[in-house]
């Protein structure tokens, strides 16, 4: 069975700091990795994606991936109290259009 | 409007019941998806579909039913509703091509009672 593991948290943060969310998952296969924001009582929203070994910036967030080792990251810079979320970390085997995702990580930023 | 909406966003039905949760998208995306969420089980796939009239069990498929005869339609049906189906359900869709993440409508919170 594949699975994607996060560490529930609370990852509690200052504000200004960055924040650092991790992701494992079993599929050796997996191609694909997707990194979702979920808001209190509001459907995941997509953040990033990325593909490829190394890392991917997107304004104050980036992501990092590791296929050996089999672990994604998502760091977000300068986090705001806006930032204070559930992130959800999803993966993709190749020939599969199916997303499993892992439980979550809280985050909370604190002024 | 362009997306994926779900309906209704709240219901309450009593045990035994048949309940239906509409999903609507407007992407013509190939692939859907019917989720429940949980605390302390995250987003569990309970059916997907990857085309009108091609559907498939996921990971907590029991109690429910899913058809398809629309690309753009995927309802989900609990036929005797249970207790421990109360959740928060989403709907999502991808396509097949390009960045392939998956959009999610805004959720249905079902309580039965």
């Known amino acids: 069975q594949k699975e994607v593991e996060q560490n529930s948290g609370p990852l509690s943060v200052p504000e200004g700091a960055i924040a650092s969310l991790n992701c494992t998952y079993s599929d050796r296969g997996s191609q694909s990795f997707f990194w979702y924001r979920q808001y209190s009582g509001k459907s995941p929203e997509l953040i990033m994606f990325?593909?490829?070994?190394g890392d991917k910036e997107d304004g104050r967030f980036t992501a990092q991936l590791n296929k050996a080792s089999q672990y994604v990251s998502l760091l977000i810079r300068d986090s705001q109290p806006s930032d204070s979320a559930t992130y959800l970390c999803a993966v993709r085997s190749g020939g599969s259009y199916i997303p499993t995702f892992g439980r979550g990580t809280s985050l909370i930023v604190h002024p | 409007d362009a997306g994926i909406t779900q309906s209704p966003r709240y219901k309450i039905t009593e045990t035994g019941r048949q309940v239906t949760l509409m999903c609507h998208q407007t992407w013509s995306h190939s692939y859907m998806f019917w989720y429940r969420q949980d605390l302390g089980h995250g987003l569990r796939l309970i059916y997907y579909?990857?085309?009108?009239?091609?559907?498939d069990k996921g990971e907590v498929p029991d109690g429910y039913v899913v058809s398809r005869s629309k690309t753009e339609n995927f309802p989900l049906t609990l036929e005797s509703a249970t207790r421990s189906q109360t959740s928060v359900y989403f709907c999502?869709?991808?396509?097949?091509?390009?960045?392939?993440?998956?959009?999610f409508g805004q959720g249905t919170r079902l309580t039965v009672v």
């Open positions: 999502a869709s991808s396509n097949t091509g390009g960045s392939t993440e998956a959009f």
């Open positions: 990325i593909y490829s070994n």
């Open positions: 579909s990857a085309a009108a009239d091609i559907t």
